[in-house]
């Protein structure tokens, strides 16, 4: 049976991460490697790396950290953020990500999609879709948030797909960072609309959370951030609460 | 020495990242003489049936693994790379394949969602060398949207339940496959790439 997975993301700039981190007995909180490989080890299923550096002449780090990441990690990882072309995501593929994650490019220029999936696969290509609940729709924002679209969620999602996306990346603004649950409402919306696989982000903090997001919600993979940079659960911890709940997880080794 | 065959089907090097991280010689090999010198071959791929059987013939490639086959190279099909062994694909197709296991490339069947996308258990049918201390039931990175349909079910080596059950890993003679990405499997993978490296052949 397919695994539900548990993801961590990762927010990066200038090729170290940032927002506070706190694993015990890490010697450098900042090294996107050394906390890659922890998180490996923990059996997370994936990694997601957004890449939130502002200037472009320092995106070359990001080309490198992908390369670097590459040589270590026998994981499959995701790159995203400000990614705005083909030859953008074939540097950072070629580096070695298995997958780039687009959001504003996309929404600007929907053909990125088409082109980035014709060149490079569908499994490639994740679109990262941020909403906020209007009633009983969702808007889509660009900008990392920023800026409204006007553009209906389950639309784009249902677009994105046709386009050729591989996988949809769902966060809700209103949850993300408040550790009160998913949106189980737009997360069920689009996972029942598509044929892709949705991940859930935005909200995480206890075990029901994930619980809900992954069977009320029928996402397939679960993202967070916070909750484990912060050690309130580690990824095994999380996955083993969710094996007991009768979830299909991915078990650490020792315990398959 | 192992060769990976370079055809322009999608990026090798995590596939050599994977065997340089566990110390195995490897060559990214483009030239169907370079192939000439290996000891064992791992075809990987990903992406569509058809433009990869094609550029494996545009490369020259095909008369060399057949030679490299029968002389009992051991050979190491991964994803597209395992589709290709069959003799037919009915992706975009139908399209021919090497014909080197018997058997066809079928899509899923399934009220699931298709691709396939993530991990996924492996029931091991029977002990063999490419599986040395993987347990039974370990977990494997997928992506795809056709699998293998078997003509004799004993070259399944493992198999795996995706609303159809199918062949994840097969086995004929000197020819090995998986659906899955070994190098993306994290320890599960990497050790089957190592027994493919190292296991006695014969």
Request: aromatic share 6%.
């Amino acid at each position: 049976m397919l695994a539900k997975r548990i993801i961590p993301c990762l927010d990066i700039k200038e090729g170290r991460v940032v927002k506070g981190v706190s694993f015990l007995g890490l010697r450098d909180a900042g090294d996107p490697l050394e906390l890659a490989q922890r998180y490996n080890e923990d059996s997370a299923d994936e990694l997601v790396f957004l890449d939130i550096t502002a200037s472009h002449e320092h995106r070359g780090l990001t080309f490198d950290l992908a390369a670097r990441l590459a040589r270590v990690l026998f994981i499959p990882f995701t790159i995203g953020g400000g990614i705005a072309s083909i030859e953008e995501i074939h540097r950072i593929v070629t580096a070695g990500a298995d997958k780039v994650s687009l959001n504003t490019a996309a929404l600007a220029d929907p053909d990125l999609i088409g082109e980035g999936a014709e060149r490079f696969g569908s499994q490639c290509i994740v679109i990262a879709i941020d909403v906020k609940r209007r009633g009983d729709r969702w808007e889509v924002f660009s900008h990392g948030g920023r800026r409204p679209t006007g553009r209906d969620a389950v639309a784009w999602a249902l677009e994105a797909e046709r386009r050729g996306a591989g996988e949809i990346l769902l966060t809700s603004m209103d949850q993300d960072g408040r550790q009160e649950g998913f949106d189980l409402e737009i997360t069920s919306r689009i996972s029942t609309r598509v044929n892709i696989p949705v991940i859930a982000s935005g909200g995480g903090g206890t075990t029901d959370h994930f619980y809900d997001a992954l069977t009320r919600g029928h996402a397939d993979a679960v993202l967070a951030a916070s909750v484990f940079h912060y050690g309130q659960t580690t990824v095994s911890g999380l996955k083993r609460a969710l094996h007991a709940r009768g979830v299909p997880v991915r078990l650490p080794r020792e315990e398959a | 020495m192992i060769a990976i065959i370079d055809y322009d089907v999608g990026n090798l090097h995590n596939l050599k990242n994977a065997l340089d991280f566990q110390g195995i010689p490897n060559r990214i090999v483009r030239e169907p003489q370079e192939l000439e010198e290996a000891e064992r071959i791992m075809l990987p791929g990903v992406g569509a049936f058809r433009p990869a059987i094609e550029r494996l013939q545009r490369a020259g490639m095909e008369p060399v693994i057949r030679r490299k086959i029968d002389q009992g190279v051991p050979f190491l099909g991964i994803c597209i790379g395992l589709q290709l062994l069959f003799e037919m694909s009915e992706e975009g197709g139908p399209n021919r394949g090497l014909g080197l296991i018997a058997g066809r490339v079928v899509r899923f069947r399934t009220a699931l969602k298709v691709p396939q996308i993530g991990w996924n258990q492996v029931a091991l049918q029977r002990p063999d060398p490419l599986l040395e201390g993987i347990p039974d039931g370990s977990y494997f990175y997928f992506v795809h949207s056709y699998h293998a349909a078997l003509a004799d079910p004993a070259d399944a080596l493992g198999l795996t339940d995706y609303g159809v059950m199918f062949p994840a890993i097969v086995r004929h003679g000197n020819v090995w496959g998986v659906q899955f990405h070994p190098e993306k499997s994290q320890h599960a993978g990497l050790r089957l790439l190592r027994n493919f490296a190292t296991m006695n052949a014969a």
